[in-house]
């Protein structure tokens, strides 16, 4: 089966920028979507098909993905960014839904 | 203004069956994919089923299939998991959210029913 891997932490002051990966084998070939989970919260989808964001969501937050690594990168961090980020992408393979494992951001 | 909610959790017995609704509002129920998304308590997310907008295409992680059935009353709008031979491992928040189609983004979440499998 499909597998993401995501660092389980990162940490970042304030007003840095922080960025988040995600591997998976050749993701750069599947759509990578984001999520954001507040404690307490549902998930909150804040990046999908690799780099668009939903209405709402701050230009801050911006995708990329290539290669073996899909990229959340979080601009001008603010306290409020703190959480929990999953990727997804959809495994044509053996059509299942696939989260990585989820990195908590700490904002310093 | 979308609005998913979940109802039917609580504590079962292990090989005990639940049945999850997700009562669903703001858009047009019958045209989106749902998908359930369970997350035990301290962990990561992870996918459950997805379901398509009509009903005829359903999709079961492996830790599910067997045991999971889901299904949606576009009559109603509401979306159904039902959970038979229930295991402490099923131990979880569970999550509906809804999406264009089964392969996208799951674009709303509603705020999670937690279902404790205990002796």
């Known amino acids: 089966s499909y597998v993401l891997t995501q660092p389980p932490s990162v940490s970042v002051a304030p007003g840095k920028t922080a960025k988040i990966t995600c591997g998976g084998n050749n993701i750069g070939s599947n759509n990578v979507n984001w999520y954001q989970q507040r404690p307490g919260q549902a998930p909150l989808l804040v990046i999908y098909?690799?780099?668009d964001r939903p209405s709402g969501i701050p230009e801050r937050f911006s995708g990329s993905n290539s290669g073996n690594t899909a990229t959340l990168t979080i601009s001008r961090v603010e306290a409020g960014d703190e959480a929990d980020y999953y990727c997804q992408v959809w495994d044509s393979s053996s059509d299942h839904w696939v989260f990585g494992g989820g990195t908590k951001l700490t904002v310093l | 203004e979308v609005q998913l909610l979940e109802s039917g959790g609580g504590l079962v017995q292990p090989g005990e069956s639940l049945r999850l609704s997700c009562a669903a509002s703001?858009?047009?129920?019958?045209?989106?994919?749902m998908s359930w998304v369970r997350q035990a308590p301290g962990k990561g997310l992870e996918w459950v089923s997805s379901l398509s907008g009509s009903g005829t295409a359903t999709y079961y992680a492996d830790s599910v299939k067997g045991r999971f059935t889901v299904s949606r009353d576009n009559s109603k709008n509401t979306l159904y998991l039902q959970m038979n031979s229930l295991r402490a491992e099923d131990t979880a928040i569970y999550y509906c959210?809804?999406?264009?189609?089964?392969?996208?983004?799951?674009?709303?979440w509603g705020q999670g029913t937690l279902v404790t499998v205990s002796a």
């Open positions: 098909f690799d780099t």
């Open positions: 959210a809804k999406s264009s189609g089964v392969r996208d983004e799951f674009d709303y």
């Open positions: 703001g858009f047009i129920f019958g045209s989106d994919a």
